[in-house]
């Protein structure tokens, strides 16, 4: 019988054992990976994307300014029963009852012209009018319209929008197609920045654990030298005192090791539940970088780049606008037929002609040095962008170079603490072996155990700046140095 009770205790443990194990998710992943799903998941990514395709919207939205654009207007009915004040051949003044409707209907196709600024449009359009009040031998309803008309709107002397916006649009738009690809890659940044501290805490977990373990086979030499009495109580203590201090540090490395969990499954949309494992990225891309290259890439994909441009050309569209304000000119001209009839069909046979030309005039004769200021102003803010834009893009040069040195620095740093962190985990291997025989006092294991852990600490932050600073060289220069191809591909529309 008790034989049977100790068999099911031990099948309940296992089966209550790999029910943890089952319900407990282990997602494992390298930094490729997780760039990689930030980049598909994260909301950093997605509001990036959005940003994206609101920019492309807004450029179609241009870009249909100077299509042909197909209009109906009209007002369907405009009825009205009133006493209205009537004035009469002798100058009097009557109130008559009316009730009466007026309807109108037009459809015109127009099309920008952009070199001039101005509004070409074909019209056609019918009118018709009821009185609801007339006699019997009156004709209620009637009709006028225009079967044909030809309009042109154009302004003379004015700021032309849709020749400055043919300019300045079309960069706006590859500037955001690039801003996209560099705000892709700061997300790889940040998302390389939550990855090492996760693997930091994960490394510091391994490092008090591995620690607690060395600092009680420690305490357990030394009470047994205590007991055969060649060591004394109070290094029995101090060893006691760091065991104790190793529990602390190893819960302390848990809970900043949940922490960063938190964030990294906050950030790419993980199961809060989900055990993640990280793998350390060693293995280090071998590329060179050249300066001049870097910078030339730099022009020749990033958004900044064609920003100096633009920054430019709207300060001269400024400058445009301020002259175009000086005075005011506008010619208005129309060509078509007209006619009124009883009936609607009549309206078409034999129209009359109908011409309009006017030229509107708006100039200022005394204005108190109004477009004086006024241009000024736009020359002085064209002056400063451009000395604004010279100094961007010494700063624009001059960050490229120290990110590219700051990169080989850090490539450089990462081989010497690797053979660092071996050198001082051997060391520290030795060092437990002598103290286990008596020939390392516990100061001297102490200090190496720190010297092993520091060591290793220090390549891992190494590690860390190394890819940190990749993804930033990417970023500044939406170019792969590892593969030798660009992230930024044009589009073709």
Known sequence: MKIQLVFLSLVSVLFFNSNETIGQEKEIYTLSDMVQRAKDRS???????????????????????????????????????AFNSITQPDGSIQFLPVQQNFMDLELGLQQVIAPTGGI???????????????????????????????????????????????????????????????????????????????????????????????????????????????????????????????????????LDLES??????????????????????????????????????AFKNRAEALGFDRRKIEAESQVAQAKGQRFNVQLNASYGYNNAAFNWGDIYSNPNTQALASLGVSVPVLDWGRNKA?????????????????????NFEQEIFTKVKNFLMIKERLNVTKVSDQVAQRRYEIAIKRFQSGNVSITDLNIAQNEKDSNKRAYYSALRDFWLAYYELRALTLFDFETGNSLYIPEIE
């Open 43 to 81: 909301p950093a990514a997605l509001r990036a994307l959005t940003r994206k395709e609101n920019r492309y919207w807004q450029y179609r939205l241009f870009r249909s300014n100077y299509n042909p654009q197909l209009r109906l207007n009209g007002t369907l009915p405009s009825y009205s029963q």
């Open 120 to 254: 070409i449009s074909v019209n056609t359009s019918t009118n018709r009018f009821d009185n609801f009040l007339a006699g019997p031998n009156e004709v209620q309803t009637r009709w006028s319209g225009v079967p044909v008309n030809v309009r042109l709107q154009q302004p003379i002397f004015a700021y032309n929008q849709f020749k400055w916006d043919k300019k300045i649009e079309p960069l706006l738009y590859e500037e955001s197609k690039r801003e996209f690809v560099q705000e892709m890659e700061e997300v790889s940044l940040f998302v390389t920045q939550l990855f090492f501290d996760y693997l930091l805490a994960q490394v510091n977990v391994d490092i008090a654990s591995q620690n607690l373990i060395n600092t009680e086979e420690i305490f357990e030499v030394e009470k047994k030298r205590y007991e055969l009495g060649t060591t004394f109580e109070d290094r029995l203590l101090q060893v006691e005192l760091q065991t104790l201090q190793a529990q602390q540090d190893l819960a302390q490395a848990k």
């Open 260 to 297: 960063s969990a938190l964030s990294v499954n906050s950030f790419i949309g993980l199961n809060p539940s989900s055990e993640v494992s990280l793998v350390s990225p060693e293995s280090i891309p071998d590329f060179e970088v050249d300066v001049e290259q870097a910078i030339d890439l």
């Open 374 to 394: 006024r241009m000024s102003q736009a020359e002085a803010n064209q002056q400063l962008v451009e000395y604004t834009v010279q100094q961007d893009v010494i």
